[in-house]
């Protein structure tokens, strides 16, 4: 009986170890840290192009952006609360792009996780999304992101050499878009 004890907890601590690496893998971006590595399919649409400041076809990560700081909100078209939360992101977005102080200084994105190309363009063109929308239909940007329930944003602070910082990564909408700008900006600075 002891034998079988000890042999539970050996095989029970060697589990935990194992485990430990890939659940740090699966914990949301931190503030102060680094987004994970991942790509997104740079948009055929020219104005869509311009607004991120790429060009050509293929991918592109994050810090490629031209932009002083990226606001990417992960949803999924389903969520209720991404539903509800649309209407403030275009006022957020109609902020940023309406202040000649922030335009092309910040960006604004959303990653569809669990959402196919169709099914981000269906949920774009039902809550008239002016930014770009990305599809995440394997799930597998969510995946690196810690899983995180919809709607979650973060921010992340760009720096001329393309490195880059997570400065802002919750969960959660926001019921006025200025007072969400107001925050963001002190977070940005």
């Known amino acids: 009986m002891k034998k079988a004890c000890i042999f539970f907890m050996v095989s029970l601590i060697c589990v935990l170890i194992a485990y430990a690496p890939l659940r740090a893998e699966t914990e949301p971006p931190l503030e102060g840290g680094k987004l994970p590595a991942f790509k997104l399919q740079i948009p055929k649409s020219t104005e869509e192009k311009n607004y991120l400041g790429l060009s050509g076809s293929g991918s592109f990560s994050i810090p490629q952006i031209k932009a002083n700081v990226a606001i ?41 996780a669990g959402n196919s190309q169709f099914e981000v363009d269906l949920f774009k063109k039902k809550y008239n999304i002016s930014f770009p929308l990305f599809p995440d239909a394997d799930f597998s940007i969510h995946e690196a992101c810690g899983r995180v329930s919809t709607p979650y944003f973060m921010g992340v602070k760009i720096k001329a050499d393309g490195s880059h910082t997570v400065i802002y990564s919750k969960l959660g909408g926001f019921d006025d878009a200025n007072q969400f700008l107001t925050l963001f900006l002190k977070e940005a600075r």
């Open 72 to 112: 990417i909100e992960i949803f999924n078209m389903y969520c209720p609360h991404c539903q509800a939360a649309a209407s403030e992101v275009n006022k957020l977005y109609s902020a940023i792009e309406n202040d000649p102080a922030l335009r092309g200084k910040i960006k604004l994105i959303g990653i569809g």
